[in-house]
């Protein structure tokens, strides 16, 4: 059985005005693998995923990734690869002035999805914890 085992990021990269759109590129049992394309303002809201790991690639741009409830954040920029463990806080807002392009791999695919409130913190549109 012949598998696709590389593919070029830039054809899955969706600029999108309102939510950032989330473009699977593949897809299996062990993992699924998608491109984000974050504009200034935008943003991946709070979440975890309580049964896997998400890792990024930052690919280019810079934003505030979000790190638990309380809403503390930490700066990424290009070149960084960021962890989410198991059931860790993890999103992030573009306040940039360029779009935040980053690789995700969540492992297992079915790692599950949850929403998390950031507690009494708003991102600001600048992008500091207010």
Same mark, same amino acid.
């Given at each position: 059985m012949s598998m696709t085992r590389v593919f070029s990021s830039s054809k899955f990269f969706q600029?999108?005005?309102g939510e950032p759109i989330r473009s699977v590129i593949t897809e299996s049992k062990d993992a699924v693998v998608v491109a984000w394309h974050i504009k200034p303002g935008q943003e991946i809201s709070a979440h975890i995923h309580p049964n896997g790991q998400d890792t990024w690639t930052i690919l280019a741009g810079k934003g505030e990734y979000f790190l638990d409830e309380a809403g %503390? %954040?930490?700066s990424i920029v290009a070149g960084d690869i960021v962890v989410a463990y198991p059931d860790c806080v993890h999103g992030v807002f573009n306040n940039g002035d360029e779009p935040l392009v980053f690789i995700s791999v969540v492992s297992p695919a079915d790692a599950g999805y949850q929403l998390?409130?950031?507690?009494?913190?708003l991102v600001g549109v600048s992008g500091e914890v207010v």
């Open positions: 600029p999108a005005d %503390t %954040t930490k998390v409130s950031l507690g009494n913190s």
